[in-house]
């Protein structure tokens, strides 16, 4: 009656469990063998009519119940082991029904010459070979069974059973029922305490280890020590032989920490989806394997795995639905086995792990950011407080978040965490990047300031990338000297100049004179030498202009007004229709009916483009062509000179626009020039916020001008 409650607790506890379903097939057999026995017993003792009947009858109840106990206590046990064939339950089912029909045929065969003793013993074959297999699997698989009371009960009901088997009188069936009834009062017990008593006893151990957890993760603990406390929680929790961590490292798995392995398994890599941790970690899904060796048939998770590994449970580390490790617990060849309350504490347990592992990953990278940012802040204050030249930056709202020594002494009303926007004079920060601060956009700012009698270049740029931008940051660089020394220096070179023209103008107006004066003079010698000063002078006249004016428009401003491209084309090819006409040079002009004007300096604009037609005709052999082109195009108006000359060579062609450098070109030996015209081209392009660049491939050149066009609102204003 005891076991039979037992039972109601334990099926009412977990109705689905294998262990718990076999358990009830093996009580419901041991009571219909109890009930067998104890009818028997009472026909012998009370004379009643028709005994042989209920002997017969009583017999027949006993020998069903034995049956079925015998195939119950190995099925249980084959359970409790975890050593079962395939197909078991269809197994146990398909012997039941043999040895029943077998029951009814002996009893229809013998029932009028044996009596209710032989008739019993009449099954001692079937016990022999399921008390001899339930007997040999508690003895080779003990270390699976986790309670001694359990491995002694199997064994006691199976000796009580043999007793009756043996021998089959009244005195020997009492005795047998006792010892068996017993021995599955003692399984009762022994399940009870571990389905329902341990379970609760061990929540306490259980909520302790989820708090060694939780202060792991509170802790901020090295992930190397969180590694080495999962492990030992996992070993302790489920009594395993050894536990394996591993942990995802790009496309592969590693072992990060083991307990009851060897060492050297550390570290060890597997490839993704390799092993039954590699399976677990791709599918995020927990398996139980009850034999290692037998049930696992792809690579195996590390060497001598197959040969020692019994039972195994494992289960993936997730954490923020991704998959970041699995935790893996064995038991030994013969050792004890898992179930799927081990699974689900493992996954319990591999929750919190999961968050352990993130968040000391985390913690660790904080560090090492930290580290990182420490030691770049202090590399920055080192190149701060060297450079003598004032930094600032500030974030959105103006308020200072970085200054060096010399900031703060050109600035010392500064103070960190204040606006400086009332503290710092115009020029350190741009009036118009302050008007826009609420949208700010990420130009970089150059502009000039005098502070103290000294001239500041202050440049600023902004913090950030794209659209977030997170403040600026102001270099102020002391170009007091450099200023002065660049204004000694164009006073020079003007004087310089100056001073070389007129005596040189007065040259070339003696000059002329002097061929005038010797027009009728046949002396061909005289005339040549009187040619080369001539030509010597000219060239030293244009020298000069040319480095004039590039000075003049390097540091002068230019007059600027509305141009119009097909003027600017015309006057600067009538100067050369003569020269290109001598050389039987074709010089044509195109320019679009609908060109856009541009926004400049007339002169200037002219000037620059008459370099670019001069060269254009004089690196042209006689007999070629020059083309002149303007057009408007996506907001801006294009200027080609396109000639058919001898070409500059590519390895040139980025020198090209450099002051007094002239391109090596075969064939243009004989061509004199100072080597100034195309960098004027490029200064006075570049004043008018436009670009200049070439094409050449060896045959001809063309050089391409593009300058911002003139907005209607421009021409309305205008």
Known sequence: VMTLGFLIIIIWHDRRKEQNQFFALFLFAVAIW???????????????????????????????????AVVGIYALTAILVSVRPRFFKTFVGLTLLLLFFYQVLVEQRFSQSLDAGQLYRSGIGSYLVFGAT????????????SSYALQWGIFAFVVGQGISALEGSLQTLSVSIMISSAAVLVLGLSLLRREIILPLRDR??????????????????AVQTVFQQIVQQAEQWLRADAVALFVREQDFIQVAEVAGLPRQFVDR????????????????????????????TDDPDMPLATETFGAVVCVPLVAADESIGALMVIAGKHNRAFNGEDVNLLEMLGAQAAVAITHSQSFDKQQLLAQEIEQARNQLQTVLSSTKNPVIAVNQRFELIVSNDAAEQLFPEIKYAS?????????????????????????????????????????????????QIDGWVTVMTDVTGLKELDRIKSEMVRMTSHDLKNPLQAALANTELLIDMLEGYHDNDVHDSIAVIDKQLTRMYRIISGVLDMERFRTGKQAMNICAPDVIISNTVGDFRTIAADRRIAVTIDVAPDILPVMGDAGQLERALSNLVENAIKFTPDGGEVDVKAYSEDGNTFFEIKDTGIGIPVSEQSKVFD????????????????????????????????????????????????????????????
Do not use: C
């Open 419 to 467: 606006p400086i926007t009332d503290v710092v004079p115009s020029g350190v920060l741009p009036g118009d990047l302050i008007d826009d601060y609420r949208a700010p956009i990420s130009h970089t700012y150059m502009e000039e300031v005098v502070l103290a009698d000294r001239i500041y270049q202050s440049h600023v740029a902004a913090i950030g990338h794209g659209d």
């Open 204 to 221: 306490n151990s259980q909520v302790e280890a989820m708090h060694s957890m939780s202060l792991a993760v509170t802790s901020q603990l």
């Open 134 to 145: 339930t007997l040999y699997l508690l003895w080779r698989y003990r270390a699976r069974v």
């Open 659 to 718: 002051s007094f450098y002239r391109a090596k070109q075969r064939g243009a030996e004989h061509i004199s020039g100072t080597g100034l015209g195309l960098h004027l081209v490029k200064t006075v392009i570049e004043n008018h916020e436009g670009q200049v660049w070439l094409d050449s491939n060896g045959h001809g050149t063309t050089f391409y001008i593009s300058i911002p066009s003139a907005t209607d609102s421009i021409l309305d204003i205008r």
């Open 34 to 68: 109890s009930a067998g026995t104890l009818l028997l017993l009472a026909s012998s003792v009370i004379g009643i009519n028709e005994q042989r009947q209920v002997q017969l009858l009583a017999s027949g109840i006993m020998r069903a119940g034995f049956s079925g």
């Open 269 to 296: 890599k597997l490839l993704m989806g390799v092993g039954v941790s590699g399976r677990v970690i791709t599918t995020k899904q927990s398996i139980l394997l009850e034999n290692y060796a037998t049930d696992w």
